[in-house]
């Protein structure tokens, strides 16, 4: 889950906080746009009705959309418009991918149940309750990289690089599965990245999320340093943090109360300023961390879609009872 708001400012009518699925059904009622599409399918797309024909804008990207006809399908209409807006990236990642198994194409296969599942998992109204890891005795690293004997030694990604973000090898041409949600990659390419796949097509997998799922790294002492100089607050501009190793690499030399690599798993990076880091996806920052936190629950607290917390770190607390109804 991550911040949808654009530049971290909410965009309402100045009344109504449309970043509340609720909110948004509510501003369809007594709308004849209801009647050709139906509410539900608009508001987890992100949109609320302006009142204005069969005009409806996002409340996070502040894009708008019109002219519906009865079988659109919003999700897909809202990615035409804008396909980097941070609540699809957030709470439709998936469903839009066709590896998920249902596009949501206008005109095509629409899976109105996988859109509901997946936007409900997402936003944290539901769990998944599925136990993992699915592969319990894959847990360590060590034992997935022992399965790469056989990998071709010139494959387009390494071993070490596969086993770190999960995968074991299944003997079978270049296919790999992650030993916690079970997924399934292959015909890997020139400049895949196995933690950059893994997260996108498999964006819910637990171990992808920061769980823990009882994973046992193979620890690795040649850290990369970051520049002299440098601060690792500015090192995403270029995108550099996707990938889980550089995340990790920016703790080295810091001392944080939470394991680094279960931060580097839920997305954070340091900031290099005290225990402050902040999410390479969607750019929330978090601080005063204690022990007994979890990195992915405290991610998803602050960063549901609903609020937001500015990126100089104001209010220097986390403010716990904020976010509470």
């Given amino acids: ?105 206008n005109g095509s296969v629409y899976d109105e149940v996988a ?19 699915r592969a319990p005795h894959m847990r360590s690293e060590q034992a997935r990289l022992q399965t790469f004997s056989l990998w071709h030694s010139n494959a387009p990604v390494r071993p070490r690089d596969l086993a770190q973000a999960g995968f074991y090898y299944l003997g079978l041409d270049d296919r790999v599965e992650c030993f916690c949600c079970g997924g399934k990659l292959n015909d890997w390419e020139d ?40 601060s690792s607050q500015d090192v995403n501009e270029d995108g550099s943090m996707e990938t889980f190793e550089r995340r990790l690499s920016s703790f080295a030399g810091v001392q944080h109360p939470i394991s680094h690599e279960r931060l580097a798993r839920a997305g954070f ?14 750019g929330g920052g978090l601080k005063g961390w204690h022990p007994e936190e979890d990195p992915w629950a405290e991610h998803a607290k602050y960063y549901p879609g609903l609020q937001v917390i500015r990126m100089d770190f104001q209010p220097v607390k986390k403010m716990r009872t904020h976010w509470r109804n």
Avoid at 201 to 229: K, S
């Fill in 191 to 230: 400049g895949d990245s196995p933690w950059g796949e893994h997260t996108k097509y498999y964006g819910n997998c637990f171990f992808i999320l920061g769980h823990d799922v009882g994973n046992v790294p193979l620890l690795d002492t040649a850290e990369e340093p970051m520049q002299e100089g440098s």
């Fill in 1 to 105: 889950m991550c911040d949808t708001y654009e530049n971290g400012v909410l965009e309402t009518d100045n009344h109504t906080d449309f970043s509340r699925l609720e909110n948004r059904l509510d501003s369809f009622q007594g709308s004849t746009l209801a009647q050709q599409v139906p509410p539900e399918r608009l508001a987890r797309a992100g949109f609320y009705f302006t009142g204005n024909a069969d005009r409806v804008q996002c409340f996070s990207c502040s894009k708008t959309v019109e002219n519906w006809h009865s079988g659109d399908t919003p999700v897909q209409r809202h990615m035409e418009v804008s396909p980097l807006c941070k609540f699809l990236t957030c709470c439709h990642r998936n469903i839009l991918n066709p590896s998920y198994g249902a596009p949501v194409i």
């Fill in 269 to 282: 990076y340091s900031t290099g300023l005290g225990d402050k880091v902040l999410c390479f996806r969607c």
């Fill in 115 to 133: 859109e509901d599942m997946q936007y409900r998992l997402s936003t944290g109204e539901i769990v998944d309750q599925t136990p993992y890891p």
